[in-house]
T-cell receptor, first 108, second 116 residues
Framework: AQRVTQPEKLLSVFKGAPVELKCNYS??????LFWYVQYSRQRLQLLLR??SRESIKGFTADLNKGETSFHLKKPFAQEEDSAMYYC??????????FGKGTKLSVIP | GAVVSQHPSWVICKSGTSVKIECRSL??????MFWYRQFPKQSLMLMAT?????????EQGVEKDKFLINHASLTLSTLTVTSAHPEDSSFYIC????????????FGPGTRLTVT
């Protein structure tokens, strides 16, 4: 069965430090991965998707099929990056399976 | 563009009553909408997939007679929690995919349901 694992519930880093939010997946089909972000009191919004290979707000994520991972990275964390981050896997039916989320706290 | 609204944003109801939650795509047509449930400090769990003009597809373990979903138009899906009980208290979130663009979901702000 498909599964998305985010091992860290909470990640605290200092402003300016590098950030890596881990995400591993299990899926028998061809994986399509996303990162969603939820800022305080706001709705869930798409941050980036692996097929776009883009960098949004300084964040990047590379799909590693060998390690079944899609870690989210940013070289220098900013205070405004503090939020809840969810990794999600899209199934062939276009449904999303979410990880449990990681709360990123950037310390000034 | 691609804004999804939900109404109400929060609702309190008594045990045994029914509650309807609306999900609207404000500036696009959505053939497919999804309903999620989120418990405090937990992830989103997909409840059902709603396709305009057809019956919803429910995930395993979700009671279709308890969580009635109607998707009568390309901009509106409704979730009715029937005979609500305290354990139905949760945060319900909908998302919508623009017709023809199934790979991106736009999320609503969510509805907080409290059953007393």
């Amino acid at each position: 069965a498909q599964r998305v694992t985010q091992p860290e519930k909470l990640l605290s880093v200092f402003k300016g430090a590098p950030v890596e939010l881990k995400c591993n997946y299990s899926y028998s089909g061809s994986p399509e991965l996303f990162w969603y972000v939820q800022y305080s009191r706001q709705r869930l919004q798409l941050l980036l998707r692996h097929i776009s290979r883009e960098s949004i707000k300084g964040f990047t994520a590379d799909l590693n099929k060998g390690e079944t991972s899609f870690h989210l990275k940013k070289p220098f964390a900013q205070e405004e990056d503090s939020a809840m981050y969810y990794c999600a896997l899209m199934l062939s039916s276009y449904q999303l399976t979410f990880g449990k989320g990681t709360k990123l706290s950037v310390i000034p | 563009g691609a804004v999804v609204s939900q109404h109400p944003s929060w609702v309190i109801c008594k045990s045994g009553t029914s509650v309807k939650i609306e999900c609207r795509s404000l500036d696009f047509q959505a053939t497919t909408m999804f309903w999620y449930r989120q418990f405090p400090k937990q992830s989103l769990m997909l409840m059902a997939t709603s396709n305009e003009g057809s019956k919803a597809t429910y995930e395993q373990g979700v009671e279709k007679d308890k969580f009635l979903i109607n998707h009568a138009s390309l901009t509106l899906s409704t979730l009715t929690v029937t005979s609500a009980h305290p354990e139905d208290s949760s945060f319900y979130i909908c998302s919508a995919s623009r017709t023809g663009e199934v790979r991106e979901q736009y999320f609503g702000p969510g509805t907080r349901l409290t059953v007393t």
